[in-house]
């Protein structure tokens, strides 16, 4: 449920053109991840580990997606 959430909200309004590029963006993303995260994972997370899960989503969505709705997962026929 969290990955769907998660995935609709920046794709629908955080991943736009050239997102990477710019600081804001990338920063507006990362808050969304943290945001969505915070509601979704166990509590028995302690912030180390909570937040070592936001760095590696936002690393994935960075290496992944590439703003208006694009992906990698396009070039090997996975829906994204």
Partial sequence: MAVKELLGKLKKEKLVLDWREKQQARASVLVTIEEILDKNLPESYNKEIFQDKCRQVFQH?????????????ERVGVVS
Avoid: A, L, N
Wanted: proline fraction near 0%; charge should be neutral.
């Fill in 61 to 73: 969505i960075y290496d992944s997606y590439f703003g208006q709705g694009r992906s990698v997962y």
